[in-house]
């Protein structure tokens, strides 16, 4: 079992930053991905950020040059950084974390923390 705990979202204008963190604890072996999601109101959950264990990343279109994932090994922490906001990036966000063992993968989510972005 892995335990995400996300902080750091809330109430920010057009143009502002906020930085989200996702702190994990749990059996921590073997997990590929750690990564970002959001669901909007009325909206289907979607995918935004994601780091590889070996430190890749990749962004979603509509956040890639704005948004920042980076990952802190040494205190099983994830963050996304988040530039230039918009109102359509209003949502709530979800970390998440992938973990494949014994040829079965599990995806782990946190509570959420809410994102406001006011024009």
């Known amino acids: 079992q892995v335990q995400l705990v996300e902080s750091g979202g809330g109430l920010v204008q057009a143009g502002g930053s906020l930085r989200l963190s996702c702190a994990a604890s749990?059996?921590?072996?073997?997990?590929?991905?750690m990564g970002w999601y959001r669901q909007a109101p009325g909206k289907q959950r979607e995918w935004v950020a994601l780091?590889?264990?070996?430190?890749?990343?990749n962004y979603a279109d509509s956040v890639r040059g704005r948004f920042t994932i980076s990952r802190d090994d040494a205190k099983n922490t994830v963050f996304l950084q988040m530039n230039s906001l918009k109102p359509e990036d209003t949502a709530v966000y979800y970390c998440?974390?992938?973990?494949?063992?014994?040829?079965?993968?599990?995806?782990?989510w946190g509570q959420g923390t809410q994102v406001t972005v006011s024009s």
């Open positions: 780091i590889t264990s070996g430190g890749v990343e």
């Open positions: 998440n974390a992938y973990q494949y063992h014994n040829k079965l993968g599990y995806n782990y």
């Open positions: 749990g059996s921590m072996f073997s997990i590929i991905n």
